[in-house]
């Protein structure tokens, strides 16, 4: 362990911590939504040229890639943040509260621009002594799909050199600022959204005979379909089948609707499975809404893969980590049914991607991400961009 350039990491990310801070506080107040993030790429654009960084936009819309050269080598490593907002009204009372209604940095994607940001201005201040380049990624449409990583990566993201390795940071608010949390090997879910409608013949709940029960087809066929995860799969992936929306397009307590949309998710851990499974849920729903008579039209849109940690850089990593932060702050996560578009770039290079502590119960901070009151305690942030270029020097 190089430890003068460990303390020259920790010295710079000290001082940087107050201006990330004011950077992600901005970001955090102006979001924007996926593939949306014009005025977030113009800014960080601006900051890249006040540093004098090279940079390309326009990758899948919005996406910057910008490159801190070396002239020490050819390799180059990755690192990644996601830009992207969420359509949720923020509930918090901070002086950084969202100024666009409706719409709110509710997945920490502002801490993971601002941590990059701050991790990119302590690279760029260390040119010379860098072993090797640095590519950075700020990444629209992490929340939409077919995600922005999808997009760049089919743009050459990781070509003209291809990267040996890249890093993706996330916010994680059950865990206490200050620690990280890393998992090897497979660790989130792939993800897919199913939608359904079952139609057929309405009419009156009084005469049930003369019409077809689009409601009992459907709900008949959702509990069919839980024999999909419960008896058709090998019990040792993990899988799940759910659903989050039932809506008829009737109106009243007497009238049997003409159709029914169903919408819900698959995820999995096993890519063969995911397919046969796609295939499984197609003939069960159809089969099922067959038998009381109704129409069944489905489509399952393929989402994202799932997330495998490359195992040997994982371990590189967690022992960084705990050089930078001491073995009893860096904590081994469990598997996530969760799905993350960082899968992408798994699927074609050395990829991992690990956890940074943002809570703090003793000042409230607990909300979870994708809900109104999420935030964090701030101090994550000079963990985040640190942890980030120290990292990112030593792969």
């Known amino acids: 362990m190089d430890t003068s350039l460990l303390d020259e990491i920790k010295n710079l990310a000290a001082s940087l911590s107050s201006e990330v801070v004011d950077i992600r506080r901005h970001l955090h107040k102006h979001p924007e939504l996926s593939f949306e993030e014009t005025k977030t790429s113009a800014w960080i654009a601006n900051k890249l040229e006040e540093m004098k960084i090279p940079y390309t936009r326009g990758w899948a819309g919005n996406g910057i890639v910008a490159e801190i050269r070396s002239a020490n080598s050819d390799r180059v490593v990755a690192l990644r943040a996601d830009m992207d907002a969420l359509p949720i009204l923020e509930a918090n009372n901070v002086p950084y509260k ?3 209604e ?3 940095h509710a997945c920490g994607h502002d801490v ?5 940001m701050g991790a990119v201005m302590i690279l760029n201040s260390l040119k010379e002594k860098l072993p090797y380049s640095i590519r950075i990624i700020f990444q629209p449409g992490e929340e939409k799909l077919p995600g922005g990583a999808s997009m760049m990566i089919r743009e050459g993201v990781l070509e003209n050199p291809v990267p040996a390795a890249i890093l993706g940071q996330h916010v994680f608010p059950s865990l206490a600022a200050g620690k990280v949390g890393i998992r090897s090997g497979l660790y989130m879910a792939s993800a897919d959204e199913i939608f359904i409608t079952v139609s057929g013949k309405g009419g009156h709940g009084a005469m049930p005979n003369e019409c077809t029960d689009t409601i009992l087809a459907a709900s008949q066929m959702i509990v069919s379909l839980q024999q999909v995860v419960s008896r058709r799969n090998n019990p040792s992936i993990p899988s799940v089948l759910s659903f989050g929306k039932f809506q008829s397009d009737g109106g009243a307590t007497n009238i049997i609707p003409n159709s029914i949309k ?3 998710t698959f995820r999995t851990m096993d890519e063969q499975w995911r397919t046969y499974a796609h295939g499984l849920i197609t003939s069960i729903a159809q089969d099922t809404c067959k038998i009381y008579g109704a129409d069944c039209d489905i489509n399952i849109i393929k989402g994202y893969p799932c997330l495998i940690n490359d195992p040997e850089l994982s371990s590189r990593v967690k022992s960084l980590m705990i050089e930078y ?6 904590i081994d996560l469990p598997l996530r049914m969760t799905s993350e578009d960082f899968a ?9 991607f690990y956890r940074l502590g943002t809570g703090n119960s003793a000042k409230g901070i607990t909300s979870a991400v994708h809900t109104p009151t999420f935030d964090i305690d701030e101090s994550a942030l000079e963990i985040g961009m640190g942890l980030l270029a120290w990292n990112a020097v030593n792969i």
Do not use: K, R, T
């Open 112 to 116: 993971h621009m601002a941590c990059l």
């Open 262 to 264: 169903i919408e819900g």
């Open 98 to 100: 969202s100024v666009n």
């Open 344 to 352: 992408f770039y798994s699927q074609v290079i050395p990829a991992c």
């Open 102 to 104: 409706g719409v709110m």
């Open 325 to 330: 932060l001491g073995e009893d702050n860096v």
